[in-house]
């Protein structure tokens, strides 16, 4: 069964530091996303991304967020500059249909730990 | 706005109990989606169903049985014969037409402890 990957599956970075989240959608799906999950938080919405572009954007994803879709399997979350908030899960997901109204297919989560 | 209550923050059960975990939304999206997700203890999110709301068949899949009532917004969930596989976080969730179903809100989530 097709599923979301994401790699690393733990990432530590020092404070200030650039960091590069990487997610691989299922193959035939148009929509992707990323939430967080501050550690023993609900789940939050970040960013949705279509046809090369943002479509929706959270207030949480500020300028230091950003996405990209540098070819056509990976999809992106760079924080840039990092800070001991942004220590939390980091889940990609992908639908294939009209955002929401289909199943997103979640990943396994990256952890990302802000020293 | 579009919220999601679940007022339950964790719930402990003996194994084949049945348990039922509430869950509250508001949205004033006339068309919008429900889901239920769980989240075991390694981390990652398995979703478990899809509900639009035009569609108040309460549904069952197995064990599972999920309870939708708009007039009350609700859509709870129920284990029958809980198992302990069954111990993990449990999240409601929404996505509505006034963001284009970009986005899931999710509630706080409700942790399930299944002991034997």
Not at chain 2, 85 to 94: I, K, P
Request: charged share 20%.
């Amino acid at each position: 069964e097709p599923e979301v990957t994401q790699t690393p599956s733990h990432q530590v970075t020092q404070m200030g530091q650039e960091v590069i989240l990487r997610c691989v959608p299922i193959s035939n799906h148009l929509y992707f996303y990323w939430y967080r999950q501050i550690l023993g938080q609900k789940v939050e919405f970040l960013v949705s991304f279509y046809n090369n572009e943002i479509s929706e954007k959270s207030e949480i994803f500020d300028d230091q967020f950003s996405v990209e879709r540098p070819d056509g399997s990976n999809f992106t979350l760079k924080i840039r500059s990092t800070k001991l908030e942004d220590s939390a899960m980091y889940f990609c997901a992908s639908s294939d249909a009209l955002a929401g109204a289909d199943e997103q297919f979640f990943g396994p989560g990256t952890r990302l730990t802000v020293l | 706005a579009q919220k999601v209550t679940q007022a339950q923050t964790e719930i402990s059960v003996v194994e084949k109990e049945d348990v039922t975990l509430d869950c509250v939304y508001e949205t004033r999206d006339t068309t919008y989606y429900l889901f239920w997700y769980k989240q075991p203890p390694s981390g990652e999110l398995v979703f478990l169903i899809r509900r639009n709301s035009f569609d108040e068949q309460n549904e069952i899949s197995g064990r599972y049985s999920w309870n939708f009532q708009k007039s009350t917004s609700s859509f709870n969930f129920t284990i029958t014969a809980s198992q302990v596989v069954d111990s993990a976080v449990y999240f409601c969730a929404l996505s509505g037409m006034n963001t284009g179903f970009q986005k899931l809100v999710f509630g706080t989530g409700t942790r399930l402890l299944v002991s034997p």
